[in-house]
């Protein structure tokens, strides 16, 4: 894959991604510092995140009271908009990475921010988070846009990352899978370094990436060693800041610093992939949390045929995925269903669940350590 002036794969320097995530705590001069100093520190791209708050989360989830230590609202919904980016200092950081020769990412969560970014924005390649890999539709808007992508695929079976790979082949345009544990910070223990050449393998591709939130730089060393051709970091200014990211991102002396502790290597290559439906216990929070789920957009009658104009995509995952969903459009619902109702299996005519596909909640099999 290239992005500008920059190609991605065998024989070429690793590709390194700065995450600033909300670590500029919603302000622009944080954010244009960060960039400043991702650009001393080596960096190739910086990657922001952009989200439509008011319809991305179900209103319960949105209005939920959140008392985190890191919360900068008094509920969910109001700490994640005093984070988002605000559109006249985005277009500034955008025109100011690439001013600096940075490639600027974007990770988008739902299609409106797509459109917001294709209209405000000159982005280099997308980014599409773990929680999204099932969430087809938003591949192939991602995709339709032409330009690169990375997608993550964290708290996800096997079988989901080999689905939504060859999903992407599909839409015809360069992506980059990227290895991730939806786990932050990821424990030694939990960091299954030896699935990065797994997936090579079961993927028959010479490029791979790896999404590390792990606390040192270690973990993104061996996952270099192990055939990683991007490497993605959460990156700060100052681990001791408010805001949830910063304790497991690196400083700008860490980036600068590429050391390991090759006694560890060992214990940090840990497990690959044993059965190809198993989640980890550790992942599925995440899932549920960030996941999206099939949503009744407006009333629905007894035998009304399920078409995509019938159904939203919200957070958190309590019923069929978009994946999912693909195998009941086109089929009548079974009883009644109101707005905002989430969709599940029992809603249709057909009982039948779609094969090699599993709740956004933790009826998955859980793999065991061992």
């Known amino acids: 894959m290239k992005i500008n002036e920059k190609t991605i794969g065998m024989g070429n320097p690793c590709y390194l991604i700065a995450e600033l995530s909300h670590n500029h705590q919603g302000e622009e001069i944080k954010a244009l510092e960060l960039i400043t100093r991702a650009r001393d520190c080596g960096f190739d791209a910086v990657k922001f995140q952009k989200r439509n708050n008011s319809t991305l989360?179900?209103?319960?989830?949105?209005?939920?009271?959140?008392t985190s230590a890191n919360s900068f609202g008094?509920?969910?919904?109001?700490?994640?908009?005093?984070?988002?980016?605000?559109?006249?200092?985005?277009?500034?950081?955008?025109?100011?990475?690439?001013?600096?020769?940075?490639?600027?990412?974007?990770?988008?969560?739902?299609?409106?921010?797509?459109?917001?970014?294709e209209e405000h924005l000159k982005i280099d390649a997308y980014k599409?988070?773990?929680?999204?890999?099932?969430?087809?539709?938003?591949?192939?808007a991602v995709a339709a846009t032409g330009k690169p992508y990375f997608i993550?695929?964290?708290a996800s079976s096997l079988n989901e990352i080999k689905e939504a790979y060859h999903c992407c082949l599909e839409q015809d345009t360069p992506f980059v899978l990227m290895y991730a544990i939806s786990s932050y910070p990821?424990?030694?223990?939990?960091?299954?370094?030896?699935?990065?050449?797994?997936?090579?393998?079961?993927?028959?591709?010479?490029?791979?990436?790896?999404?590390?939130?792990?606390?040192?730089?270690?973990?993104s060393l061996l996952a270099r060693t192990l055939g990683a051709n991007v490497i993605e970091r959460h990156f700060t200014l100052d681990k001791s800041q408010k805001g949830p990211d910063h304790k497991l991102s690196?400083?700008?002396?860490?980036?600068?610093?590429?050391?390991?502790?090759?006694?560890?290597?060992?214990?940090?290559?840990?497990?690959?992939?044993?059965?190809?439906?198993?989640?980890?216990?550790?992942?599925?929070?995440?899932?549920?949390?960030?996941?999206?789920?099939?949503?009744?957009?407006?009333?629905?009658?007894?035998?009304?045929?399920?078409?995509?104009?019938?159904?939203?995509?919200?957070?958190?995952?309590?019923?069929?995925?978009?994946?999912?969903?693909?195998?009941?459009l086109n089929k009548p619902v079974k009883n009644r269903v109101k707005a905002g109702e989430v969709l599940t299996a029992a809603c249709f005519q057909e009982q039948t669940t779609p094969v090699n596909q599993h709740s956004a909640q933790s009826n998955a099999p859980v793999a065991q350590s061992t």
């Open 250 to 328: 690196a400083t700008p002396d860490e980036i600068s610093v590429l050391v390991g502790e090759l006694s560890r290597i060992d214990q940090s290559l840990g497990l690959t992939y044993h059965k190809p439906e198993e989640i980890e216990s550790y992942q599925l929070d995440s899932r549920y949390k960030m996941g999206k789920c099939a949503v009744a957009k407006h009333n629905l009658e007894v035998n009304d045929v399920l078409t995509e104009s019938d159904v939203i995509y919200q957070s958190p995952a309590k019923g069929l995925t978009p994946l999912q969903l693909i195998s009941y």
């Open 152 to 154: 993550s695929c964290g």
């Open 186 to 219: 990821t424990p030694r223990e939990n960091l299954n370094l030896s699935r990065i050449p797994f997936l090579k393998k079961a993927l028959e591709t010479e490029v791979i990436g790896y999404s590390c939130h792990f606390l040192t730089n270690e973990a």
């Open 57 to 66: 989360f179900m209103p319960e989830f949105y209005q939920a009271e959140y």
């Open 74 to 117: 008094k509920t969910y919904g109001e700490h994640r908009d005093f984070l988002e980016p605000k559109k006249g200092w985005l277009v500034e950081c955008n025109a100011h990475a690439h001013r600096l020769g940075l490639d600027f990412i974007m990770t988008v969560f739902d299609q409106e921010s797509l459109v917001f970014c």
């Open 128 to 140: 599409i988070q773990s929680a999204d890999l099932t969430n087809i539709p938003l591949i192939q």
